[in-house]
């Protein structure tokens, strides 16, 4: 293992893992790897002091946590991909941390160039106690969606070089997923211009006061990241979103079985914040919420009646309002 590109930090003991990785194979200076019971590949740089199990690389473009190599119980291995330019099995780019079942034979490509073979047996399931099978605790909750859309973005994929989208609406959706996460909500997707973030709750309705102060920190936000020239890069296309808040009860589950790769929401209130955000302009302000939302959370927040609508696919209009700031109270005595 004289290739300089690489350090290996060995972990102790399991030392019949059965699979190990190949570089260079077979080349003069071919590497091999030992799989653990874990095995990650990330950046090496001077004065890094990795783990035992992590495998450094000399790359630049390999990111500092890139991958990480699973084994499960039942003996199969996966790769999650953790990293910023992509990790590929046989050719084919992974999806960024959702697991892929892993075999021998296959080819992991990272970095500028850097492949390694998957070889050798796939160890048997673990010994230990007998991993029963999770019960499924999926049930239905009362929960307060946010939907943030970026305004006329048919227009603006039209008319901004692919690229300078792509990577504007990336760099947006980053910071608006940390301000979903620092406001305790869960990003749950983004579906092309918008993102869908959720709060769980119950019918004492904290999780609608949580969203509105999200909404309201995501909609500034939103409108400081379109004055960022190294944010926002296309020419001509202002940055606008518009922001729909809806509580109700839906029913989450985890999709992917055993090894879950996402979550799957249904009810009443994620196609009505749908809905609600195409109803946002600049008359009735950025940021909409439906009857719910307003009754749950008016004692802390002010709301400003926009009437009724008739949303698309519901039998009867809606109540909806605008949310316009947090409440200011008058100090006791003043």
């Known amino acids: 293992m004289g290739d300089s590109r690489f350090r290996y930090v060995t972990p102790s003991g399991d030392a ?39 495998l450094l690389v000399s790359d630049p473009t390999v990111s500092f946590r890139h991958c990480v190599l699973s084994r499960l119980a039942d003996g199969r291995c996966t790769l999650r991909d953790l990293s910023r330019n992509g990790t590929r099995i046989d050719g084919r780019r992974l999806v960024p941390n959702v697991e892929t079942e ?21 160890p048997a399931a673990g010994g230990g ?17 946010l939907v943030g859309d970026i305004r006329d973005y048919t227009v603006l994929v039209r008319t901004q070089p692919k690229a300078d989208v792509q990577d504007s609406v990336n760099r947006v959706f980053a910071s608006l997923t940390s301000a979903v996460t620092e406001h305790e909500g869960t990003m749950k997707e ?26 309201l920190a995501l909609d500034r936000l939103a409108r400081e990241l379109a004055g960022d020239p190294a944010v926002w890069t296309p020419r001509d296309f202002a940055l606008r979103m518009d922001w729909a808040l809806a509580t109700g009860s839906v029913r989450i589950d985890a999709l992917g079985g055993a090894r879950p790769t996402g979550l799957s929401m249904v009810g009443d209130p994620v196609t009505f ?22 009754e749950m959370a008016k004692r802390d927040y002010v709301f400003r009646d926009l009437g009724e609508i008739q949303a698309k696919g519901f039998d009867k209009p809606d109540r909806v309002y605008a949310l316009e700031g947090l409440r200011v109270r008058e100090e006791a005595g003043a």
């Open 273 to 294: 914040a749908f809905r609600l955000e195409k109803f946002a302009n600049d008359e009735t302000g950025r940021i909409l919420a439906c009857h719910a939302t307003r």
């Open 16 to 54: 019949a893992a059965g699979l190990f990785l190949l570089a260079d194979q077979g080349a003069a200076g071919e590497a091999r790897f030992a799989f653990y019971h874990q095995l990650e590949i990330g950046r090496d740089e001077p004065g890094r002091d990795a783990a035992p199990g992590t």
């Open 102 to 122: 892993l075999h021998p034979g296959q080819v992991i490509e990272l970095g500028a160039g850097c492949r390694f073979r998957v070889a050798g047996e796939p």
């Open 129 to 145: 106690p007998a991993e029963g099978r999770t019960i499924s605790a999926t049930g239905t909750v009362i929960a307060t969606i």
């Open 190 to 215: 983004y579906q092309g211009d918008a993102i869908f973030a959720f709060w769980e709750g119950d019918l004492r309705g904290r999780q609608a006061g949580a969203a509105c102060r999200a909404a």
